[in-house]
C-alpha cells in the first residue's frame, strides 16, 4: 500500500511511513471522527454540545480526544475569558481540508452497506 504510488519491494515495504497510515494515526479511536463530524455540522460546539451529540462519553475520554485534535491541529479550542469559562471548539483550516476524505468514507458507506 503506497499514497504515493511509487514501487516498492514488499521486503522494504513499512505500512508506518506511509501518509495512509498518519491520516489513520490522526483519526484513530472511537471518537475523534464524530467529534470532526459534529465541528462540520455544527461549526462551532461547547463541550457540553460535543458530549450530549456523542451520548455515551465520558468528560475525560471527550477531554483528552480534543486535546489530541487540538495537538494535531485539526481543532481551534477557544477561551473566553468570563465567569463562568466558556470555551468553543471548531475545525481548523487543517481540519477542513480533511473532512473531503471522511466525507467519501461516508459516502462510500452509505452506497456500500450490507442489507442485515
Not at 480526544?65 to 468553543?88: C, F, G, H, M, S
Request: glycine share 4%.
Amino acid at each position: 500500500m503506497s499514497c504515493n504510488h511509487q514501487n516498492r519491494h514488499r521486503k522494504n515495504a513499512n505500512f508506518e511511513d506511509t501518509g495512509f497510515a498518519y491520516t489513520l494515526s490522526l483519526i484513530s479511536g472511537k471518537h475523534k471522527m464524530v467529534i470532526l463530524y459534529c465541528l462540520m455540522e455544527f461549526k462551532i460546539v461547547r463541550f457540553n454540545e460535543l458530549k450530549r451529540y456523542l451520548k455515551k462519553i465520558s468528560d475525560k475520554t471527550l477531554s483528552t480526544n480534543l486535546k489530541e485534535l487540538e495537538a494535531d491541529r485539526l481543532i481551534i479550542r477557544t477561551e473566553y475569558p468570563q465567569i463562568p469559562p466558556k470555551v468553543e471548539y471548531s475545525l481548523s483550516e487543517r481540519g477542513k481540508s480533511l473532512m473531503t476524505v471522511l466525507d467519501q468514507l461516508c459516502i462510500w458507506g452509505e452506497e456500500n452497506r450490507l442489507k442485515k
